[in-house]
């Protein structure tokens, strides 16, 4: 059972890249499933990350909050504003724009860490910055769709704050609260958590594409495009600034990585629930969780070779 578990987290961008062409040739085999389950998976997902975390890692947002500073610097103003050129440089659908903006406002990605370990990057400051991100995305990320996206749309930012704590934070809380009073339990059951939360993303990924298979025909190429640009552009900036601020390397690698993977499926959980006249804003984010795990699989074996 745990081969197959290694197997199923080692091969993820695989497995989410086939779900997603599958789905988007075939919508019936996964149209049948409503979108009202995305929410729940990606509070399970958020209950996973939270019984892996532990009080040492908050331990390092205070025992380093230079770096740590740096970082949710580095990925709330990069992400957000190279989200939002974008939408301008290819002039994209109001729709488009919205999705787009969103997963640039949204923190960093759960699989970060892991990509950030096999990249042989900073573990620990990846860590802090998933933590540390995270906490601070119920403020940010309503704030920032709304200075980004605002002009477009109304954007119910209080409505996105409690999401935000509904979806990400309470079942982080939890999975805290079950690692300090069952432990064993939590031991057994984390072994199988990366093979479970990249079942519950290619799955994720798959119904949004399967209900927007159409449209998703009509506008994929211009949405691919301008989601590659978004994460390689976050990734290189990332690594940019840390050498500009003459990081240690591995410091640079997990930046590089914190910056450039976002959580999309948070993204495409808010554009379901708040922007669902928007059908074309739940696209990028199901894009983008395809892409970052295939770039950061590359860009992790470029990093690892280097040192």
């Known amino acids: 059972m745990q081969r197959i578990c290694n197997f199923i987290a080692q091969w993820m961008g695989a497995i989410v890249l086939m779900v997603a062409v599958l789905s988007l040739l075939v919508p019936s085999s996964l ?13 399970i997902i958020m209950f996973g990350m939270g019984l892996t975390l532990s009080a040492q890692d908050f331990k390092i947002v205070l025992s380093r909050p230079k770096d740590i500073l740096i970082g949710c ?30 997963v640039g406002c949204c923190p960093g990605g759960t699989a970060s860490n892991v990509i950030t370990y096999l990249a042989k990057g900073d573990l620990a400051l990846s860590v802090g910055m998933t933590a540390a991100s995270t906490l601070l995305a119920p403020i940010l990320t309503p704030l920032l769709v709304w200075l980004l996206a605002g002009t477009m749309v109304d954007v119910h930012t209080t409505g996105i704050l409690m999401s935000i704590v509904y979806i990400v934070i309470l079942p982080i809380g939890c999975g805290l609260l079950c690692q300090r009073f069952i432990p064993k339990v939590t031991q057994r059951v984390t072994p199988y958590l990366p093979a ?4 519950a993303v290619a799955l994720t990924v798959g119904i949004v594409v399967a209900h927007n298979a159409d449209r998703l025909m009509t506008a994929s190429l211009l949405v ?21 601020l003459r990081l240690q390397r591995p410091k640079s690698v997990a930046l590089s990585i914190e910056v450039g993977m976002q959580n999309s499926g948070l993204a495409t959980s808010l554009a379901v629930m708040h922007f669902a006249s928007f059908p074309l804003a739940t696209i990028p984010g199901a894009v983008f969780s395809v892409w970052h795990n295939i770039s950061g699989a590359i860009v992790a074996r470029i990093y690892s070779r280097k040192a």
């Not at 479970?196 to 079942?199: M, N, P, Q, V």
Request: overall charge neutral; charged content about 5%; hydrophobic content about 60%.
């Open 31 to 43: 149209s049948w499933i409503g979108t009202w389950v995305i929410n729940p998976m990606l509070g």
């Open 73 to 102: 610097l580095t990925q709330f103003t990069v992400m957000p504003l190279l989200a939002w050129a974008l939408t301008k440089v290819f002039s994209l659908p109001q729709e488009l724009a919205i999705g787009v903006i969103l």
């Open 196 to 199: 479970f939360s990249s079942i």
């Open 224 to 244: 691919v495009l301008v989601v590659m640009l978004h994460n390689l552009l976050g990734l290189g900036i990332g690594y940019l600034v840390g050498c500009l």
